[in-house]
């Protein structure tokens, strides 16, 4: 399986995951222009999608998904909620969308996509575990904390893209008034590095290659606080990317 981290940030967030040449997008919060343009930079030059999937609303996530749709003639995939909360109009959709409650499963193509609610301050918001060749890739940002039912739905992913956000010394020292302080560190939030390395140590196993560390806030954290963190888990037994906001990373192979 092939991932790609188009972007990965509060300006924007898109991921692509290839097997036996399909794909599917998960989130789309570029331009259609700079989605094509950093699919090609991570090296899928010639995608075939077959759908996209929205997490939730926010506009980091959800404001190029018509697009994506239009553009790629793809149905859009989300919850009842997040559907509504973005506001997106079947009407507009060539290929129509697909509601599934949160713990349903969705066949397309190779993948099978399992989806499980999260704990974050949106409609009804989403991860995902993708599952093809014989490899479980497991989705999991924006959140506030991680309950039994995520580290459930994680558990035995050869490959995970989860969030490490927040230093919880820059936030409290950080620019961000006190009411986006307590936002953001609170259950429906997002996960500090502490508390997302404590997730990953609950989620390592000796077949788990590669863990990406998403969505860093841009100003209460930083790669090297955040790959501190992760590296007293990982103890170099996996691999560990950091996602940027910036530009595409070149495609993963997660075995």
């Known amino acids: 399986m092939n991932l790609g981290i188009l972007s990965s940030g509060s300006n924007g967030n898109a991921l692509v995951v290839e097997e036996s040449g399909r794909c599917i997008f998960f989130d789309g919060g570029l331009s259609g222009r700079e989605h094509l343009s950093r699919l090609n930079i991570s090296g899928f030059t010639a995608p075939s999608p077959l759908g996209i999937f929205l997490s939730h609303e926010h506009c980091d996530h959800s404001r190029g998904v018509g697009v994506l749709a239009r553009k790629w003639g793809i149905p859009v995939f989300s919850s009842p909620g997040t559907f509504t909360g973005a506001g997106l109009d079947r009407q507009r959709l060539p290929a129509g969308a697909e509601c599934y409650e949160n713990g349903d499963s969705v066949d397309l193509g190779p993948f ?61 020292d950080g620019p961000y008034p006190w009411p986006l302080k307590q936002r953001v560190s609170s259950g429906l939030g997002h996960l500090s590095n502490e508390d997302a390395s404590s997730l ?34 990982s103890e170099d037994r996996f691999a560990l990317i950091v996602g940027s906001r910036y530009q595409a990373l070149p495609m993963i192979q997660v075995v």
């Open 200 to 233: 990953l140590e609950k989620l390592s196993h000796p077949a788990l290659s590669t863990c990406v560390l998403a969505h860093l806030s841009q100003e209460n954290n930083t790669p090297e606080l955040a790959l501190e963190s992760a590296r007293r888990v």
């Open 112 to 172: 099978r996509v399992t989806t499980f609610r999260t704990s974050h301050d949106a409609a009804d918001p989403s991860g995902f575990v993708v599952e093809a060749g014989g490899v479980r890739l497991g989705i999991a940002t924006d959140m506030g904390e991680a309950g039994p039912l995520t580290t459930h739905m994680l558990s035995g992913c050869n490959g995970l893209v989860l969030e490490f956000n927040h230093d919880l010394e820059m936030l409290w």
